[in-house]
């Protein structure tokens, strides 16, 4: 059963910084691809902040570009995302996704992380 468990977020005043981690577990069987961070603010949709591929590409949201940066261990299987100079508008519930797909299935798989809270004060 895949599990992913996340960690790292918190409150910190604006300017400041916060590292998220994701690790997947569960993973025998399986080919892990890309990975990435969503987040929703309240009363918004949930957007993308950051993707990786299986391969190290990585795309950024424009909101977030040159302030946060996407990392992954694919021995450990999992993905970081290290934010710097947080603004208020970066307060989210942050979510962690990985797409899988078994080794004898073409079908690719979302999971979600169950979502940590990042505050940003003014």
């Known amino acids: 059963q895949v599990q992913l468990v996340e960690s790292g977020g918190g409150t910190v005043q604006a300017g400041g910084s916060l590292r998220l981690s994701c690790a997947a577990s569960?993973?025998?069987?399986?080919?892990?691809?890309?990975m990435g961070w969503y987040r929703q603010a309240p009363g918004k949709q949930r957007e993308l902040a950051a993707t990786i591929t299986s391969s190290g590409n990585t795309n950024y949201a424009d909101s977030v570009k040159g302030r946060f940066t996407i990392s992954r261990d694919s021995a450990k299987n999992t993905v970081y995302l290290q934010m710097n100079s947080l603004k208020p508008e970066d307060t989210a519930v942050y979510y962690c996704?990985?797409?899988?797909?078994?080794?004898?299935?073409?079908?690719?798989?979302?999971?979600w992380g169950q979502g940590t809270q990042v505050t940003v004060s003014s």
């Open positions: 996704n990985v797409r899988m797909r078994s080794v004898f299935f073409s079908t690719w798989n979302d999971y």
């Open positions: 569960g993973t025998i069987g399986n080919i892990v691809g890309a």
